[in-house]
């Protein structure tokens, strides 16, 4: 069986909107204003990269990604890792021709089969709606989290608003570092 990772930078306050200053977004680019940067707090950012066997995305963050990490040198194994793209309507055609394989899966049902499958972890990035899809239908495996000592107020979330059960995590990982952001690392307890 695959792990789905959720793999997000987050405010303090639960919004994961425009963290790399995607337009739109009052505050886009918040993970990188007025924060000292601190390369010790990335380091989990290369890790996910190099555990990752495959990255899940959805169909906003698919389209804006495909049309900017094929150029960037510092993400050559996300670049050549199989994609799996959760849309209803993201057409074959509209696939990025130079970002690697990469499979439209349909519905949840298509991700949960896709977890029974053999194969490594499966890393999930931006995509706030898919996230909050996947958490509520019980899907996620993990969340790494790097949190940032920002509050954004309004703003697309990690996690949605809907009425649900209790889902209780395990700390697997944490650390603090100079800037204020803070790793934390939390599998699912089924």
Known sequence: MRT??????VSLDGVVDSPGG???????????????????????K????????????????YQAFSAAWPSHPEFP???????YVVSTSLKDDELATNWGDT????????VAALKETEGGPITIHGSSTLNQNLADA???????????????GAGKRLFSGSDKD????????????SNGIQKLVYDVIR
């Open 4 to 9: 789905l990772i959720t793999a997000a930078f």
């Open 22 to 44: 995607e337009p739109g977004y009052r505050n886009s680019g918040w993970t990188f204003k007025d924060i000292e940067f601190d390369e010790a707090a990335y380091e989990l």
């Open 46 to 61: 290369g890790r996910e990269q190099e555990e990752s066997s495959a990255m899940m995305l959805g169909r906003v963050s």
């Open 77 to 83: 194994k996300y670049n050549a890792m199989p994609k």
């Open 103 to 110: 499979t439209i899966l349909r519905s949840l049902d298509d």
């Open 138 to 152: 019980g899907l996620i495996d993990q969340y790494s989290l790097l949190v940032f000592p920002v509050l954004l």
């Open 166 to 177: 209790k889902q209780s995590l395990e700390l697997v990982d944490q650390a603090s570092y």
